[in-house]
């Protein structure tokens, strides 16, 4: 009697395990749906980061391109300006010694002219 006694309760104990066991058996079911779906989401928004970071590095590539070919064309003008620059001075000054022989040519046929 005693024996049956006992091995009721350990029935009865094995039972409250195996319930129990089932209740934690579904939590931690519950628990990994949950990490899957958060990795899930953690994964796709690593995934658009690095999709925006792409798109953030080939703008910045572009743009660093266009800067490059505005300061080229920018070197190339101030080349084209200072050599007009130059071009220009030495139109001046072929000017100025040329109406400077002109007055000195004038100068001397007056003097012969008169004389």
Do not use: P, W
Request: with cysteine; net charge negative.
């Amino acid at each position: 009697d005693e024996l049956r006694q006992r091995f009721k309760k350990l029935q009865d104990t094995n039972l409250r395990l195996n319930e129990e066991l089932e209740k934690l058996t579904q939590e931690n079911d519950e628990i990994s749906e949950e990490k899957e779906i958060i990795e899930s989401k953690s994964f796709k928004t690593e995934k658009e980061m690095q999709q925006k970071y792409d798109e953030l590095m080939g703008c910045y590539k572009q743009q660093k391109d266009q800067l490059m070919t505005l300061k080229l064309e920018h070197s190339a003008l101030e080349d084209k300006h200072l050599n007009l620059t130059h071009l220009s001075n030495q139109h001046k000054q072929s000017s100025i010694s040329s109406e400077s022989t002109e007055a000195t040519s004038d100068t001397l046929s007056d003097v012969i002219n008169n004389n």
